[in-house]
């Protein structure tokens, strides 16, 4: 078990720009859930996946965030024309099937986005 | 709404002394709780959770929690707080049914330890 792995750990860009960023779960968990921490609040929860299916989506996840799971395994979050307000620490967390109650979720360490 | 509370922004607690953190929530069913921790630069780690039975629940590091429905919390607890206790707290929720598969968190408490 070699843990969530995200990439980059920091990203600093300018507004307008696009991001993108990289998860890589535990190999045989096959749930991934992409969170937000802003400065202060606890993480707020953006989308779901099951396998490749995308299976929840927040109201947060504006038409300028789009995630992809195209293999079942790593999954990218991209975030297009950037904004201040994005700036954020991105979690991705992995489990096996089930509720997260029954199959509690991993979390890598994040990555922590800056938009100046 | 379901929504979760954590009146302490920020607690210091002498290392050796007892510690409890506060956790309100606001469900209308049978809850799923959780607490997690967050050490700085680290990703969220799972203390304990509960959903029926004693409400008295038992996690790892020597932390507990004790679930009251008629005061709708979930306090954390630990009898003697380590220098390495030092991190934030974050009380959550869990939200499923149907696709819904997610957990509702806190804004956390950030716990300082003194020596």
């Known amino acids: 078990d070699t843990g969530v792995s995200q990439n980059p750990r920091h990203k600093i860009t300018k507004r307008g720009q696009n991001v993108t960023f990289r998860c890589d779960p535990i190999?045989?968990?096959?749930?991934l859930y992409w969170y937000r921490q802003t400065l202060g609040q606890g993480p707020e929860f953006l989308t779901y996946?099951?396998?490749?299916?995308?299976?929840?989506k927040s109201r947060l996840l504006s038409d300028r965030f789009s995630a992809e799971r195209p293999k079942g395994s790593f999954s990218t979050l991209e975030i297009q024309r950037t904004e201040q307000g994005d700036s954020a620490m991105y979690l991705c967390?992995?489990?096996?099937?089930?509720?997260?109650?029954?199959?509690?979720?991993?979390f890598g360490n994040g990555t922590r986005l800056t938009v100046t | 709404a379901q929504s979760v509370t954590q009146p302490d922004i920020h607690i210091t607690v002498s290392e050796g002394a007892s510690l409890e953190l506060r956790c309100n929530y606001s469900?209308?069913?049978?809850?799923?709780l959780f607490w997690y921790v967050q050490s700085p630069g680290q990703g969220l780690q799972l203390l304990l959770k509960?959903?029926?039975?004693?409400?008295l629940v038992q996690g790892i590091k020597g932390f507990e929690a004790e679930f009251k429905r008629s005061q709708s919390s979930f306090n954390l607890r630990k009898p003697s707080v380590h220098w390495s206790d030092a991190a934030e707290y974050f009380c959550?929720?869990?939200?499923?049914?149907?696709?819904?598969?997610?957990?509702?968190f806190g804004t956390g408490t950030l716990l300082a330890v003194q020596p």
């Open positions: 967390a992995s489990s096996s099937d089930g509720s997260s109650y029954n199959s509690p979720l991993h």
């Open positions: 190999s045989e968990h096959n749930r």
């Open positions: 996946f099951q396998n490749e299916a995308q299976l929840e």
């Open positions: 469900y209308g069913a049978t809850p799923y």
């Open positions: 509960y959903f029926s039975g004693d409400t």
């Open positions: 959550a929720v869990g939200l499923y049914g149907g696709a819904t598969n997610k957990l509702i």
